[in-house]
């Protein structure tokens, strides 16, 4: 997939996850990590809760798999200037 699809696909989920961010006030990524803990399982007997919250993980799970793929694109981190102080750059001055 081109980095330029890639990048429109994670952007149009991270407007889905925006609307389930507002609706429910808390972050995918905390939502996610409820849902892993097994928090929210008093919502499980709540249709309405129940299907939002498959979607949102669904969609959330999608986003994560993107992302992924997205990190592929970066340049590995440079090791070897990890750690070491580099000076400000010089600035000339009239």
Known sequence: MPLHNLLKDIRRLEAELGRFEIKFGVKS???HAAMLRGDLAEFDALDEYRMEFIEW???YKTWLSLDEKYRQF???PQRSLAGQHR???QTRTA
């Open 57 to 59: 993980l669904a969609l």
């Open 87 to 89: 000076p400000a750059p």
């Open 74 to 76: 970066l340049p590995p």
């Open 29 to 31: 990524h905390d939502f």
